[in-house]
């Protein structure tokens, strides 16, 4: 079956810049997760989502946020990009909650912010 | 101080060689460790999964948790060229905010 897709693959912006990027998960898998991942941090949990309700939030300020849509793909939400958000930005879909279920990823989003 | 440590490497070793993986953690609420592996370009996948302290074993890859110490292994036996990748430790646990906190990887080359 399709794994998890994200797009667009590659994204350029500039500062104060806003961005969306999409994920669609897996067939059936109601609960998709975005993720920040960069070489000095590593992956940082950013929310997750879950039948179209944020269900848990890591420690990222307001200017990202997310959202699900009814058949389960979801987009993440950057305003006023700063150079920090340069970053390899992913996503992953599993069938429930994210303690008892695999969490599959997709290949992630680069953003770069000039 | 950062919730899992883990060494960024980068790791190089010889066809067949024994691999050695470390992370550590601060958090003694975590109760469930993983390994992943993530090729370049690629998203992370789940490599191993683990509750609470002791050893798992799938084919040539061990998984140890020593809760004692906060301190997760993964034991590459065999090493091949195929290996070669990032590899990331994840932990957390029900009281830990129901997310999982990764380590920044571990980059591993094997070389023929």
């Known amino acids: 079956k399709a794994g998890v897709t994200q797009t667009p693959r590659y994204l350029i912006k500039t500062r104060g810049q806003q961005v969306t990027l999409s994920c669609s998960p897996i067939?059936?898998?109601?609960?998709v997760s975005w993720y920040q991942q960069t070489p000095g941090q590593g992956l940082q949990f950013l929310f997750e989502?879950?039948?179209?309700?944020?269900?848990n939030k890591g420690n990222f300020p307001g200017r990202f946020s997310g959202r699900q849509f009814s058949n389960s793909r979801s987009e993440m939400n950057v305003s006023t990009l700063e150079l920090g958000d340069s970053a390899l930005y992913l996503c992953?879909?599993?069938?429930?909650?994210?303690?008892?279920?695999?969490?599959?990823f997709g290949p992630g989003t680069r953003l770069t912010v000039l | 101080q950062k919730e899992v440590e883990q060494d960024p490497g980068p790791l190089s070793v010889p066809e067949g060689a024994i691999v050695s993986l470390n992370c550590t953690y601060s958090?003694?609420?975590?109760?469930?460790f993983m390994w992943y592996r993530q090729y370049s370009r690629k998203g992370p996948e789940l490599l191993m999964y683990?509750?609470?302290?002791g050893n798992k074993e799938d084919g040539r890859f061990t998984a140890q948790v020593d809760k004692s110490s906060k301190y997760i292994s993964l034991f590459i036996r065999d090493s091949q060229p195929s290996d070669s990748a990032t590899y990331l430790c994840?932990?957390?646990?029900?009281?830990?905010?129901?997310?999982?906190?990764f380590g920044t990887g571990t980059s591993l080359t094997v070389i023929p």
């Open positions: 992953a879909s599993s069938l429930g909650g994210l303690l008892y279920n695999e969490q599959f």
């Open positions: 067939s059936g898998h109601r609960s």
């Open positions: 989502y879950f039948s179209e309700t944020q269900r």
């Open positions: 958090n003694s609420a975590f109760q469930y």
């Open positions: 683990t509750y609470s302290s």
């Open positions: 994840a932990m957390g646990g029900p009281n830990t905010g129901n997310q999982f906190y």
